[in-house]
């Protein structure tokens, strides 16, 4: 990321590897040494220690980048391992909170992701014997956190901070504290790459905090591009991005979902706008009719705040480079509302 100039990013939304989780091991080993010697001697405490010593590097280079009040939203999962004759759980979530209130950042309210199974064998240890049994852990956090104090716009942000509104009752769903989204199809080994997983997080659960934590036309970050799902969430948003790789079988995957971005953003805010209709239609049986109306859509929402909300459409992409992209957008119309503006 020294490649990106002081405050010059105004969100970051990634993953990173997981420590301690098992498929990572071989990258933190490849960094270092040290690492790959503690997992040998089952010193589990002491190799988790060390591979975040290599993700704080990170999470300081993101608070160098980030301009004052931008945010740094981090998927992470807890993970759980035995090592030698020892079980424990290995908290990846508090490590990197520690990590990044000692580079400056200031910490927002969380958000659990619920990933629930119904599997009969995902409990873990002894069965049905007290004590030998374990909690079974179904969520990874999201971290949140920000630097400097509350984001302050120009006129012209202003404007499009207004465009870039959410309805009342997304906001309702967004902000809560636990998400349940179901996960993103995890298998690598058909496509061409040396991994066997992705380890992607899904896209709506990007898509959400790029537009909770964003405007229009501002640069979302993601250090762990991976397969791209930061990049394609952001121009589905109307926002910039950029993003670091550093296994390019996995960055070609990222390529090929770039180039159905057009199709894949039609469906998302074709959905969203079905799941608004859906709102009101309940809404009107129980309180009526909302007061206010949207300027561009012709459409009732809840709150004055929503009425400058507008879209826009991807209809196509160019590629410059070999993972640069521009992309060309018209508003957003929906099928089955009224033309406005």
Known sequence: MNSL?????????????????QMWDGLFKSWDAQTEDYLNREEG????????????KVWKGCFRVLKNGGILAVNIGDATRNLGKEFQLYSNHSRILQSCLKSGFSCMPDILWRKQTNSPTKFMGSGMFP???????????????????????????????????????????????????KGERQVAKDLG???TRTAAFPLEFAYRLINMFSIKGDLVLDPFLGTGTTSL??????????????????????????DHSVGIAKEVLEQRWNEHLSFLSLRRKDKGKPAYLNEFYSVRVVTNQERKLKWDKPVKIEWFAPFGCKIGYVPFHPKNGKKSG
């Open 233 to 258: 969430a952001a121009a589905i948003a109307g926002r910039n991005s950029i993003g670091f790789e550093i296994e390019p079988d996995i960055l070609e995957m990222g390529k090929r979902r770039m």
């Open 193 to 195: 790459t040396s991994r």
């Open 45 to 56: 405490r002491l190799a988790f220690e060390r591979m975040h010593l290599q993700l704080d």
């Open 5 to 21: 100039e002081k405050e010059s990013v105004h969100l970051v939304v990634t993953s990173p590897p997981y420590p301690m989780v």
């Open 131 to 181: 004590v030998g049994a374990y909690v079974t852990y179904e969520h990874e956090y999201i971290l949140l956190l920000r630097k400097g104090g509350k984001r302050e716009y120009s006129k012209a942000e202003s404007e499009s901070r207004r465009e870039s509104a959410f309805f009342w009752e997304e906001r309702n769903k967004w902000f809560s504290d636990i998400w349940e989204i």
